[in-house]
């Protein structure tokens, strides 16, 4: 059996979050109306931070972009986005905590609400070939603004993790015996799923939760080492 090192993307391997950076880039270079993209994209991002993001809605959304463009305009500006956005934005400790799950001999997968035109080439820059996104449905040679699958986003990462294992002829004990990294609250249903969990530079909804269930809590943040601490609260 496998053994899974599972990733959440977002403000845990990147200090940041890249779907809503890839929204002001796109307000920034014209792609889309810069005041109400950004005060929408905005306004997405907050309830996304308190939990109460309706993840349907944001795709219809965030998909905007994709549909009013051609896939070579997109690609350029996905590149110029990668280079000038997401480099910068690796959190120091990410290529270390890869490297060691890596020399374990662990199958590292990262598993992420933003949508798989933004993270593919964030996960091939990170050199981590499996990726589970959320998927536009692409047709044609255009996205349709349609979803593709379930979002993979809160429980729709377990679904999609199972369906992914399902798809490689991998047993679904492998999801108990993996290890799950993640800063965010709507992750605690895949952290409660997975048989280790580690909160990452947290919010407070997950630090508490971890706190409360114990897990360690680390930072990626604080230099170029792994920096981990499991919490003395959680005693």
């Known amino acids: 059996m496998m053994r899974l090192a599972l990733f959440d993307l977002d403000n845990t391997l990147l200090a940041g979050d890249s779907d809503h950076a890839w929204g002001r880039f796109l307000a920034e270079v014209g792609a889309v109306d810069a005041e109400s993209y950004t005060r929408a994209n905005d306004d997405f991002y907050a309830q996304y931070l308190a939990g109460t993001l309706d993840i349907y809605e944001f795709c219809r959304f965030v998909f905007q972009p994709l549909v009013a463009h051609p896939l070579p305009r997109l690609e350029q500006w996905r590149g110029e986005f990668l280079r000038e956005r997401i480099q910068p934005m690796i959190a120091p400790g990410a290529a270390e905590l890869l490297a060691q799950h890596r020399a374990a001999g662990d199958t590292l997968l990262i598993i992420t609400a933003t949508n798989s035109f933004v993270t593919r080439p964030i996960a091939d820059l990170l050199g981590v070939d499996n990726l589970i996104a959320t998927e536009p449905e692409f ?30 002829g991998e047993p679904l004990q492998a999801m108990a015996n993996a290890c799950f990294y993640s800063d965010s609250r709507n992750d605690i249903p895949l952290l409660e799923a997975v048989g280790e969990p580690v909160a990452v530079d947290a919010d407070p909804a997950l630090a508490a939760h971890a706190r409360q269930r114990g897990w360690p809590h680390i930072s990626l943040r604080e230099g170029a080492e792994v920096q981990a601490r499991r919490d003395r609260r959680a005693g």
């Open 139 to 168: 047709r044609d040679g255009r996205y349709t603004g349609e979803l593709a699958a379930t979002p993979c986003f809160q429980e729709g990462k377990i679904e999609r993790l199972r369906d992914w294992l399902r798809d490689r």
